[in-house]
């Protein structure tokens, strides 16, 4: 008799066990959401499902993505709701200094070697692409190591002996500063009596017994010897 009541015990037991666990389960993964936002048009990036109207983050995660009303169950009593009235929500674009707009300029923009030992491995680089592009009005590149110069900078002559009837600017390893011939100052108006712009830059000018022009540099303000 004891052993029959023990068996039914168990067997009961046994039954109600998995809704037991499911329910502990259950009350361990409640849905919930620290931020909640509806009521917009959100682009998800997934080619699946590339638009949503809602979307519920919990712990940094997106829970769910879907339509507002999806989203509710999410809603708790700690739940911050954003109702986007109808805006467009596009996931963050994280610049971590990448300079977006530098990949459009580079389409036609000069490569020059990043660590010439000379000069001259620069100038050969100029001169080729020149000579490539012979329709190529105005020539931009970059980037040119101020290491290779000494204190003063380089100077439009230089540039002028490589390319002499096209304007030519090319920048420096910093981005800040620019190096220009005298096709590209006279194509900018700019001339020995063109004064700085304190907010752009400054430009190094050679002395007045020399027949040399006036750079151009873009660095913020601070002089920067990029040429005579």
């Given at each position: 008799?004891?052993?029959?009541?023990?068996?039914?015990?168990?067997?009961?037991?046994?039954?109600?066990?998995?809704?037991?666990?499911?329910?502990?389960?259950?009350?361990?993964?409640?849905l919930s959401a620290d931020i909640i936002l509806s009521n917009g048009r959100i682009y998800t990036v997934d080619t699946a499902q590339p638009w949503a109207q809602a979307v519920a983050i919990e712990d940094g995660r997106f829970v769910y993505v879907g339509n507002d009303e999806g989203v509710k169950k999410y809603i708790d009593q700690d739940t911050v709701e954003y109702d986007l009235q109808g805006k467009f929500v596009l996931p963050g674009l994280v610049d971590s200094h990448t300079h977006p707009g530098w990949v459009a300029r580079s389409v036609d923009y000069v490569d020059l070697p990043w660590t010439p030992e000379t000069k001259q491995e620069m100038f050969d680089v100029l001169l080729s692409y020149a000579e490539a592009n012979p329709h190529q009005e105005f020539i931009v590149g970059g980037r040119w190591p101020s290491g290779l110069f000494d204190e003063e900078g380089p100077n439009k002559q230089e540039l002028d002996a490589v390319i002499p009837d096209r304007p030519v600017i090319l920048t420096d390893t910093s981005g800040h500063a620019m190096w220009l011939n005298s096709q590209a100052l006279k194509a900018l108006e700019i001339d020995r009596n063109t004064p700085d712009q304190p907010a752009c830059g400054h430009g190094v000018r050679s002395a007045p017994t020399q027949q040399a022009g006036t750079p151009v540099s873009l660095h913020h303000g601070r002089p920067a010897p990029v040429g005579r």
């Open positions: 008799m004891t052993f029959h009541l023990q068996r039914d015990a168990i067997s009961k037991l046994t039954s109600i066990l998995p809704g037991l666990i499911l329910g502990l389960l259950l009350a361990n993964t409640a």
